[in-house]
């Protein structure tokens, strides 16, 4: 069963792997700075539009975010 603390880890992982600042995924994101630490420390999901631009922005492949594969 795949659970939110899962996909949470796979966001951050993503965006520290993506090597990318906060301040700058937040700006391609639309989103504030604010709001992408909240991602990278697991406080918050994003919403189902900005994680298909977060998974464009970071190339990151959505199954591998929300553990699918």
Not at 45 to 51: C, G, K, R, S
């Amino acid at each position: 069963m795949i659970t939110l603390q899962q996909i949470q880890q796979k966001i951050a992982e993503a965006i520290a792997a993506s090597g990318m600042t906060q301040s700058a995924l937040a700006a391609a994101l639309g989103v504030s700075q604010q709001t992408v630490s909240h991602y990278v420390k697991g406080d918050k999901l994003p919403a189902l539009d900005t994680l298909a631009n977060l998974c464009r922005v970071l190339d990151a492949d959505a199954n591998d975010i929300l553990c699918i594969r």
